[in-house]
């Protein structure tokens, strides 16, 4: 396996929306994720986190980004388009995790270098479903670039 299950996986969420966070906090929580989630709120914010810019010069690098498209000041798109663009951040995985199921959006996150596209599932069971599933294949399955923690 890819990971010591003792040591907790740094995921950086990119969501604007206090309800995702919630959900995708209560996700975790319900599939037993030894995690430190750390929350930005619009792109400027995780662009900062990324780089250790400012109140975020002692932020540890994540181990991998959820990134929601449809976000203020700077959207999911450009974010993912810097982070790929940046020989410090590029290989940090990148799941989109975004209510849209747009073929466009889709074939640009790919475009982008996106690790996968994933649809935001309505109902909280299913929901639950999809984090078991990022849980399951990103931290047992996959092997992860170290974080530059």
Request: hydrophobic letters at 40%; one cysteine or more; charged letters at 30%.
């Amino acid at each position: 396996m890819s990971r010591d299950v003792g040591v907790p996986i740094n995921i950086l969420l990119v969501e604007d929306n206090p309800g995702d966070v919630r959900l995708t906090q209560e996700a975790f929580k319900f599939n037993k994720m030894n995690n430190n989630l750390q929350v930005a709120g619009d792109g400027v914010e995780a662009m900062a986190i990324l780089r250790r810019e400012g109140e975020y010069a002692n932020a540890s690098r994540p181990d991998i980004i959820l990134l929601d498209l449809n976000l203020p000041k700077k959207n999911g798109r450009e974010v993912l388009a810097e982070i790929k663009a940046d020989e410090k951040l590029k290989r940090i995985p990148v799941v989109i995790l975004t209510s849209s199921a747009n073929e466009e959006d889709i074939l640009k996150a790919y475009d982008n270098y996106a690790s996968c596209y994933v649809t935001k599932p309505v109902g909280f069971g299913e929901f639950i479903e999809v984090v078991r599933s990022i849980k399951d294949f990103w931290f047992t399955i996959v092997k992860l670039p170290s974080g530059g923690r």
